[in-house]
Nanobody, 123 residues
């Protein structure tokens, strides 16, 4: 069974920083693109940042450009989100997603989502 497990969320003051991690568990052969999404109360889930399979291409929502940085490890099974200059409007549950996930036994999934980690920006 494939799972994506996020960590690193918490409470931070405005202007502070957090680093989110998302690690794939289980036998993984490959994960294509990975990304971070967020969902604030009463709002739809939105893309925050995405990264290609090799890490060479990244994409950011306009609201986080210049403040957030997405990266992934060399093995390609983990993705990170460095969040700087956090604002109260960044408060949300943050989810990671992997696309075209192929397990060691050859089973593939179009999408796999993590369970989410809460980020609260407040003084």
């Amino acid at each position: 069974q494939v799972q994506l497990v996020e960590s690193g969320g918490g409470l931070v003051q405005p202007g502070g920083s957090l680093r989110l991690s998302c690690v794939a568990s289980g036998s993984i052969r490959s994960i294509n693109g990975m990304g971070w999404y967020r969902q604030a109360p009463g709002k739809e889930r939105e893309l925050v940042a995405s990264i290609s399979s090799g890490g060479g291409s990244t994409n950011y929502a306009e609201l986080v450009k210049g403040r957030f940085t997405i990266s992934r490890d060399n093995a390609g099974n983990s993705v990170y989100l460095q969040m700087n200059s956090l604002k109260p409007e960044d408060t949300a549950v943050y989810y990671c997603k992997g696309t075209r996930v192929v397990t060691g036994s050859g089973i593939w999934y179009l999408e796999v989502w993590g369970q989410g980690t809460q980020v609260t920006v407040s003084s």
